[in-house]
């Protein structure tokens, strides 16, 4: 597969804290990994660094051949509209809006004519199985729904990378399950690449490879080593 995303050699520093030291992954087309590790192993850290948020002190991050490290503020905003996607622990979904609204915003951004965003928000809402609260604001729906919501969100404009921080944190175990199934078909229905931080050691194992994040190092654990490795690993 065609390597999308590279992270060669990342080290960042907060204060005397390093949050990662010498950090490298790829992530090919299509491919979803999941970062996993301990609380404060650098593993948000890497994700802000791979989606262009935060610059490393050291190292580069390339996408599509694109050095985001030394990128201007203009590239990687029309970047980050227009080939990235972002499911955060909260939904982060602007709670004035509907949900149908809040997944129209993407393409709104994007100059696409409100008509046809909102029949795309409407129908990937209906798809993703929440189409009879599309009405609705963020606050008058379930955890669950909130983050089916999220997801269309991210993948309406069909990005070639998903970036989700703990997308099924704040959920319970059923919801959890069912909001990464939704996270999983999305991207692979649109072709996006995931990148995913989560504590959940079932879930990270629906994807196509765990890299272990601890003590701001990556450790590749892939196949029936990552089964076997995701066992042993204590439940954060």
């Known amino acids: 597969m065609t390597e999308l ?3 060669d050699g990342v080290a960042v520093t907060f204060g005397v804290t390093a949050a990662l030291s010498g950090a490298s992954v790829r992530v090919a087309e299509g491919e979803a990994v999941a970062l996993i590790g301990p609380s404060g192993a650098g593993k948000s850290t890497l994700l802000l660094c791979l989606a262009g948020l935060l610059r490393p002190d050291e190292g580069i991050v390339r996408y599509d051949g694109i ?12 970047i980050r509209l227009r080939e990235f996607g972002f499911v955060f622990q909260g939904g982060d979904l602007m709670p004035e809006l509907s949900l149908a609204e809040n997944v129209e915003l993407p393409l709104r951004l994007a100059g696409i004519p409100r008509r046809d965003a909102q029949e795309r928000a409407e129908r990937l809402l209906v798809h993703l199985g929440v189409g009879e609260a599309r009405t609705r604001r963020p606050d008058e729906v379930s955890g669950g729904q909130a983050q089916r919501a999220a997801v269309a969100r991210a993948v309406v404009h069909e990005p070639a990378v998903v970036f989700a921080d703990e ?3 704040a959920l319970d175990t059923d919801n959890a399950r069912g909001v990464m199934q939704v996270l999983l078909a999305a991207t692979r229905d649109v072709g996006a690449s995931l990148v995913m931080v989560t504590h959940d050691r079932s879930l990270a194992s629906l994807t196509d490879r765990v890299v272990e994040v601890h003590d701001g ?5 892939v196949g029936d080593a990552a089964t076997e490795q995701l066992g042993r690993m204590p439940a954060w």
Do not use: K, M, Q, Y
């Open 5 to 7: 995303l590279i992270a």
């Open 67 to 78: 050095d985001l490290t030394s990128a201007g503020p203009d590239e990687l905003a029309r």
């Open 167 to 169: 997308p099924t944190g």
């Open 217 to 221: 190092r990556v450790h590749d654990v």
